[in-house]
């Protein structure tokens, strides 16, 4: 693999590398030299040409993203030395052999390490999805790669990069599997049942990264008539339900995603819990919800993806959490949550004390909630968590 090329940093512009911050941006490079193009392993030296790390190269903003702070050779040991780490810590926090759950993230980025790289496991089927031309470059390898080290539990590698990859990158961009072609989408989180549509579903085809939160709506469900807002296919419905709840309704945008959350509701009870699934905007859905419901979850997608639009995105999530609050019973409780990368928790804290003095209602934090561990981030990395929630309970 090229490592001949390097770009060296303006002065002053090391600091962030020095403290492990795995992104160049673009604008600290003061010159390159060597031939390189786009996915090449290259080097990062600062103004008094002293290495920094490795890494693949992109145009764009972030113009490399580091894999290596030492300098050594990316080669096939130094991706089977990543992916064995981020294996055992998998072991470590209980989720490889563990029969209650068997879908959980593999390979979180920048959190393992792997800048780029998303690997996410569904009961034996391996879901990759690169964010680089870099990554994509080495997906065979990875798929060998986690042949080896996963033995029998992988069934199949699946590739779903074709909407991840950088959008001017001239690749082939079709998904499809690697390895095998499992039909079994049936995977337990936590003792329930979901069926996974990795082949067209958001992200890599279910939203592993809310698992906890999803247990905490159960332990607070009971007897509670349960408004879950875009809730794709129903993960939320499911735990409320299996929490004792009184009723849940579902409401996406997406008539596929309802319809999933309707099987995965008669997935798991038998007997059928009175849940309801409706595609519909979910803005106008809860302005026509006064005083149905006394618990109420928010996980809309990322409103912000750039800092350039995080103003309106905040303006969003207020007016979301404003409808919520003024609409949900006396005494209800609200789980809300932002995914956006660029919205700081002070940030998500500020937009919920908004939203909730404009309605005069009496408003208490009982919670704040994060990604699960197998979504690590990187102490160096701040911007890897992206997940924050909160629990309000509202009066009055």
């Given at each position: 693999?090229?490592?001949?090329?390097?770009?060296?940093?303006?002065?002053?512009?090391?600091?962030?590398?020095?403290?492990?911050?795995?992104?160049v941006f673009s604008g600290a490079i003061k010159k390159t030299k060597g031939s390189f193009s786009e996915g090449d392993v290259i080097r990062v030296y600062n103004n008094k040409d002293q290495f920094l790390g490795l890494g693949h190269y992109q145009p764009g903003t972030i113009a490399v993203r580091?894999?290596?702070?030492?300098?050594?050779?990316?080669?096939?040991?130094?991706?089977?030395?990543?992916?064995?780490?981020?294996?055992?810590?998998?072991?470590?926090?209980?989720?490889?052999?563990?029969p209650a759950t068997n879908v959980f993230r593999l390979v979180n980025a920048e959190g393992d390490g792997l800048p780029g790289l998303?690997?996410?496991?569904?009961?034996?089927?391996?879901?990759?999805?690169?964010?680089?031309?870099?990554?994509?470059?080495?997906?065979?390898?990875?798929?060998?790669?986690?042949?080896?080290?996963?033995?029998?539990?992988?069934?199949?590698?699946?590739?779903?990069?074709?909407?991840?990859?950088?959008?001017?990158?001239?690749?082939?961009?079709?998904?499809?599997?690697?390895?095998?072609?499992?039909?079994?989408?049936?995977?337990?989180?936590?003792?329930?049942?979901?069926?996974?549509?990795?082949?067209?579903?958001?992200k890599t085809g279910f939203y592993i990264d809310q698992r906890e939160n999803r247990a905490l709506v159960r332990s607070y469900a009971k007897d509670a008539d349960v408004l879950n807002l875009f809730g794709y296919t129903g993960g939320f419905s499911v735990y409320a339900a299996a929490g004792g709840c009184r009723s849940v309704v579902s409401v996406d945008s997406s008539q596929k995603a309802t319809e999933l959350a309707g099987e995965n509701m008669k997935l798991n009870f038998a007997r059928g819990v009175k849940h309801e699934a409706i595609a519909r905007d979910a803005f106008e859905y809860l302005r026509e919800s006064e005083g149905r419901f006394d618990l109420m979850v928010l996980d809309p997608p990322a409103f912000a993806k750039?800092?350039?639009?995080?103003?309106?995105?905040?303006?969003?999530?207020?007016?979301?959490?404003?409808?919520?609050?003024?609409?949900?019973?006396?005494?209800?409780?609200?789980?809300?949550?932002?995914?956006?990368?660029?919205?700081?928790?002070?940030?998500?804290?500020?937009?919920?004390?908004?939203?909730?003095?404009?309605?005069?209602?009496?408003?208490?934090?009982?919670?704040?909630?994060?990604?699960?561990?197998?979504?690590?981030?990187?102490?160096?990395?701040?911007?890897?968590?992206?997940?924050?929630?909160?629990?309000?309970?509202?009066?009055?």
């Open positions: 693999m090229n490592q001949s090329g390097h770009v060296i940093l303006k002065s002053g512009k090391d600091q962030s590398l020095m403290r492990y911050h795995p992104w580091v894999l290596s702070f030492e300098d050594r050779p990316i080669d096939d040991a130094f991706w089977k030395e990543r992916l064995q780490d981020a294996i055992h810590l998998r072991k470590r926090i209980g989720l490889m052999d563990n998303i690997i996410d496991y569904y009961n034996g089927t391996v879901v990759i999805q690169v964010h680089s031309v870099g990554m994509f470059r080495m997906i065979v390898t990875f798929a060998d790669i986690l042949r080896e080290l996963l033995g029998s539990k992988l069934k199949s590698v699946y590739n779903k990069s074709g909407a991840s990859l950088p959008h001017k990158a001239d690749i082939d961009r079709e998904e499809g599997y690697l390895i095998g072609a499992s039909p079994d989408n049936k995977v337990q989180e936590n003792g329930l049942s979901f069926r996974v549509n990795w082949t067209e579903g958001q750039h800092h350039n639009v995080l103003p309106n995105a905040i303006q969003g999530y207020k007016k979301l959490n404003r409808l919520a609050i003024e609409k949900i019973r006396p005494g209800g409780i609200i789980f809300t949550f932002s995914c956006s990368q660029v919205m700081s928790r002070e940030n998500f804290r500020k937009m919920a004390f908004t939203a909730s003095a404009n309605t005069g209602r009496k408003v208490r934090i009982l919670g704040q909630m994060s990604q699960p561990p197998d979504h690590p981030v990187s102490i160096y990395h701040p911007e890897g968590e992206y997940l924050k929630g909160l629990i309000l309970q509202v009066s009055g």
